[in-house]
């Protein structure tokens, strides 16, 4: 079979999981908006422990959307490969979708927060990335504090457990997260790969 044809094919499967997972991406975040809206709510209204439900679900919205971002990221780096393969066997630039993407959107392989990158290369991209995470953060915050006093109504136990458990967990996701995005340690795992396999892209 022809490569250039299994590049092509493989090209178009990367493209539909970039569509794929900015879908999913933005499905999560109106998901996580509408749950804790309700839970502020309610909050509000008369169970001020539903406070306490927003700070776990403000993390797992975090975690659950830079897991989404890092698939984009991932489809990113194999579909700029295979771009630059089909340019090189066409003996022409006509792909130069990566090209775009690295300059509008945010650049692979570069230091950067998930997709936030700081410097000349920051964007609207990275700005969203960074206005979703404070509106979280916040949400986090007020979550704990209207429901601090409910929270310690229920007792030291409780208040232990449930401190020691939220602050152990948003410790290790912001370690993980920072080791994995801003070190580059997952890119360049899909780096040893594709230099690999393209060796003269």
Same mark, same amino acid.
Do not use: C
């Given at each position: 079979?022809?490569?250039?044809?299994?590049?092509? @094919?493989? #090209?178009?499967?990367?493209?539909?999981?970039?569509?794929?997972?900015?879908?999913? &991406? &933005?499905? @999560?975040?109106?998901?996580? *908006?509408?749950?804790?809206?309700?839970?502020?709510?309610?909050?509000?209204?008369?169970?001020?422990?539903?406070? $306490? %439900?927003?700070?776990?679900?403000?993390?797992?919205?975090?975690?659950? *959307?830079? =897991? @989404?971002?890092?698939? %984009?990221?991932?489809s990113r780096q194999y579909a700029e490969r295979l771009e630059v393969y089909l340019n090189t066997t066409a003996g022409a630039n006509? #792909?130069?979708?990566?090209?775009?993407?690295? !300059?509008?959107?945010?650049?692979?392989?570069? !230091?950067?927060?998930?997709?936030?990158? =700081? +410097?000349?290369?920051?964007?609207?991209?990275?700005?969203?990335? %960074?206005?979703?995470?404070? #509106?979280?953060?916040?949400?986090?915050? =007020?979550?704990?504090?209207?429901?601090? *006093?409910?929270? *310690?109504?229920?007792?030291?136990?409780?208040?232990?457990?449930?401190?020691?458990? $939220?602050?152990?967990?948003?410790?290790?996701? $912001? +370690?993980?997260?920072?080791?994995?995005?801003?070190?580059?340690?997952?890119?360049? !795992? $899909?780096?040893?790969?594709?230099?690999?396999?393209?060796?003269?892209?």
């Amino acid at each position: 079979m022809d490569p250039s044809k299994l590049a092509a @094919d493989q #090209l178009q499967r990367m493209r539909g999981m970039n569509r794929y997972y900015h879908e999913r &991406f &933005f499905a @999560d975040v109106r998901f996580a *908006t509408i749950a804790m809206s309700a839970l502020f709510v309610v909050g509000f209204w008369e169970a001020p422990l539903a406070f $306490l %439900l927003i700070p776990p679900l403000a993390l797992l919205a975090a975690t659950q *959307t830079a =897991f @989404d971002a890092s698939y %984009l990221i991932f489809s990113r780096q194999y579909a700029e490969r295979l771009e630059v393969y089909l340019n090189t066997t066409a003996g022409a630039n006509v #792909l130069i979708a990566h090209e775009l993407e690295n !300059r509008y959107l945010f650049p692979l392989n570069d !230091r950067k927060i998930v997709t936030a990158r =700081f +410097g000349e290369n920051f964007s609207w991209f990275g700005f969203m990335t %960074l206005f979703y995470t404070a #509106l979280g953060v916040l949400a986090f915050g =007020f979550g704990l504090a209207l429901g601090w *006093t409910a929270l *310690t109504d229920a007792g030291g136990m409780w208040t232990a457990a449930y401190v020691s458990a $939220l602050g152990g967990s948003s410790v290790v996701a $912001l +370690g993980v997260g920072w080791w994995w995005f801003v070190t580059g340690a997952g890119e360049a !795992r $899909l780096r040893a790969v594709l230099d690999l396999h393209f060796p003269n892209e």
